[in-house]
């Protein structure tokens, strides 16, 4: 399933690259959550929950592009992912340009949780991975 699992998540993504949340590649009960402090932090749930998650981000940020950078598959049906987003947050103006990170679980086919990191390096720290430096 792995192969697949990042197949999957890097299909999602791509449909956010073109402003689509794509519900159907995910769970009719999926979750998602982010990190505390985030300006869109959840939880959100369901399919309806996942449109309003994207439309609560394209409150905050405008012009918002998002690029999948790197997708790890763990065996286990979660995938880790380190995105990079572009965009001006709307009240502020000010620039956003820079890594996220996240943690997205696959059950029997379909993207059941989806759990934001605000870097790469907590996600992956977060699902275990080895960090640099680490004596792992």
């Known amino acids: 399933m792995s192969a697949e699992s990042v197949e999957l998540v890097t299909g999602w993504f791509e449909g956010f690259e073109r402003g689509e949340v794509s519900p159907?590649?995910?769970?009719?009960?999926?979750?998602?959550?982010?990190?505390?402090?985030?300006?869109v932090r959840g939880p959100y749930r369901g399919h309806q929950g996942l449109r309003q998650w994207w439309a609560d981000f394209a409150d905050v940020i405008e012009d918002v592009h998002m690029e999948l950078k790197e997708a790890i598959d763990?065996?286990?049906?979660r995938v880790v992912t380190t995105q990079h987003l572009v965009g001006r947050f709307r009240l502020t103006g000010?620039?956003?340009?820079?890594?996220?990170?996240?943690i997205?679980?696959?059950?029997?086919?379909?993207?059941v949780s989806a759990t934001g990191y605000a870097t790469?390096?907590?996600?992956?720290?977060?699902?275990?991975?080895?960090?640099?430096?680490?004596?792992?």
């Open 74 to 77: 763990l065996d286990d049906g």
């Open 120 to 136: 790469p390096g907590q996600a992956k720290k977060a699902a275990g991975l080895p960090q640099p430096g680490s004596a792992r």
């Open 24 to 39: 159907e590649l995910c769970d009719p009960e999926i979750v998602i959550r982010n990190w505390e402090g985030s300006p």
């Open 104 to 111: 997205v679980t696959v059950r029997e086919g379909k993207i």
């Open 94 to 102: 000010i620039e956003v340009d820079g890594p996220w990170g996240s």
